[in-house]
């Protein structure tokens, strides 16, 4: 099986930085594009930021300039440095990850996802 696990929310205040991880384990031959997605109350889930495995990325309008995406293939690790935090970042951040892995029958592609970590920011 595959597992994302993301760790580095939690509070801080308006103005502040935080940096998000997600490392990627299990039966892994290739991560193809690995992105950060948030969901606030109330809203739907949205793309935040996205990166291919040859470093392409691609950002929501909303955090172009603050957030910054990247990742260390040969961890199979993502991050997501997140600089002038405004409250309405506040949402729980969910890792992706579209990727290889091998099951007994052969490589699969599929799309996983990590539980979530909140990140607050106050005002």
């Known amino acids: 099986q595959v597992q994302l696990v993301e760790s580095g929310g939690g509070l801080v205040q308006a103005g502040g930085s935080l940096r998000l991880s997600c490392a990627a384990s299990g039966n892994i031959f290739s991560i193809i594009t690995m992105g950060w997605y948030r969901q606030a109350p109330g809203k739907q889930r949205e793309l935040v930021a996205t990166i291919t495995h040859a470093g392409s990325t691609n950002y929501a309008d909303s955090v172009k300039g603050r957030f910054t995406i990247s990742r260390d293939n040969a961890k199979n690790t993502m991050y997501l440095q997140m600089n002038s935090l405004k409250p309405e970042d506040t949402a729980v951040y969910y890792c992706?990850?579209?990727?290889?892995?091998?099951?007994?029958?052969?490589?699969?592609?599929?799309?996983?996802w990590g539980q979530g970590t909140q990140v607050t920011v106050s005002s």
């Open positions: 992706n990850a579209d990727l290889l892995w091998g099951p007994p029958l052969g490589p699969t592609r599929n799309d996983f």
